[in-house]
C-alpha cells in the first residue's frame, strides 16, 4: 500500500514533497508486533486516535515539517 502511495506521488510529481508515516491504530497493535512496525519504519510515528497517544507529537511534527519545507521558498522581504 506504501508503494502504491509513492508511485502516485511520484506519477504526480510530489516525490520531492517530505511526508510522515504515521502508523494508525498503535492500540490495537499486538504487543509481539510493534517492535518489528518500528524497526521496520524508520521515523514513523505511532499514534492511536482512539486514546491520543502520539498526536501532539505527530501535530508538531507536521508543523515543523510544513514550516521547514516552506519557509525557504518564501520570501518575507518582498514588499506588496
Do not use: C
Not at 5 to 31: Q, S, T
Not at 43 to 61: D, I
Amino acid at each position: 500500500q506504501m508503494e502504491a502511495v509513492e508511485n502516485v506521488l511520484e506519477d504526480m510529481g510530489l516525490a520531492h514533497v517530505p511526508r510522515l508515516l504515521a502508523l494508525n491504530k498503535w492500540d490495537k497493535v499486538g504487543d509481539d508486533k510493534k517492535a518489528g512496525l518500528i524497526l521496520g519504519n524508520p521515523g514513523a510515528m505511532p499514534v492511536s486516535a482512539q486514546t491520543g497517544m502520539g498526536l501532539e507529537r505527530l501535530s508538531h511534527a507536521i508543523e515543523h515539517m510544513v514550516f521547514d519545507f516552506y519557509a525557504p521558498h518564501t520570501d518575507v522581504t518582498a514588499s506588496k
